[in-house]
T-cell receptor, first 118, second 112 residues
Framework: GAGVSQSPRYKVAKRGQDVALRCDPI?????LFWYQQALGQGPEFLTY????????KSGLPSDRFFAERPEGSVSTLKIQRTQQEDSAVYLC????????????????FGDGTRLSIL | DAKTTQPNSMESNEEEPVHLPCNHS???????IHWYRQLPSQGPEYVIH???SNVNNRMASLAIAEDRKSSTLILHRATLRDAAVYYC?????????????FGKGTTLSVSS
């Protein structure tokens, strides 16, 4: 069956450019997460959506990072005026239910977008 | 959040059992123990979770110490495809928050 799909798989941008990363979650999944993974580290939380509502954006590292999920399905993570420290793999995950009350439901991850800032 | 401690790396031979340890000495009574793994160039995937009793599924077994201060993920017969980073993560049952909190995990190498 279809899993979480992310595009592009690889993105190279020059410092200062804006980038947009797309996530197609599993159909019908209520919860959607974005994580950032630096080389050799575990993923780190960026933001969470329940349907179209962004309920937690505490992990976004700066106001250059913006995420949206306008219709409660596809999500886009946008990074403005990219910096070299933004180079990382950006992972999207979805789960079937809202997180509250369903702490044990698994999160299903895409294979990520590898972003390289030159 | 309670923290977990895992060895940085482990090695195994194909078709042998693998025991991946995780220490979580500050675990609270409402924390579930979750395991995820991440194969090279892929996103993490859920493996198993448990609270107090040992758990088995098609991928692995989870053995939880009686005092719950440690747990072990058991792969009964390692294959080359099991080479991955394994993450042990605690999830509070009353957690209204959202994120999985990953450490550095254990990098498992499997030799043929």
């Amino acid at each position: 069956g279809a899993g979480v799909s992310q595009s592009p798989r690889y993105k190279v941008a020059k410092r200062g450019q804006d980038v947009a990363l797309r996530c197609d979650p599993i159909s019908g999944h209520v919860s959607l997460f974005w994580y950032q993974q630096a080389l050799g580290q575990g993923p780190e939380f960026l933001t969470y959506f329940q349907n179209e509502a962004q309920l937690d954006k505490s992990g976004l590292p700066s106001d250059r990072f913006f995420a949206e999920r306008p219709e409660g399905s596809v999500s886009t993570l946008k990074i403005q005026r990219t910096q070299q420290e933004d180079s990382a793999v950006y992972l999207c995950a979805s789960s079937q239910q809202p997180t509250q009350g369903y702490v044990n439901q698994p999160q299903h991850f895409g294979d990520g977008t590898r972003l390289s800032i030159l | 959040d309670a923290k977990t401690t895992q060895p940085n790396s482990m090695e195994s031979n194909e078709e042998e059992p693998v025991h991946l340890p995780c220490n979580h000495s500050t675990i609270s009574g409402t924390d579930y123990i979750h395991w995820y793994r991440q194969l090279p160039s892929q996103g993490p995937e859920y493996v198993i979770h448990g609270l107090t009793s040992n758990v088995n599924n098609r991928m692995a077994s989870l053995a939880i110490a009686e005092d719950r201060k440690s747990s072990t993920l058991i792969l009964h017969r390692a294959t080359l495809r099991d080479a991955a980073v394994y993450y042990c993560i605690l999830r509070a049952s009353n957690q209204a928050g959202t994120a999985l909190i990953f450490g550095k995990g254990t990098t498992l190498s499997v030799s043929s």
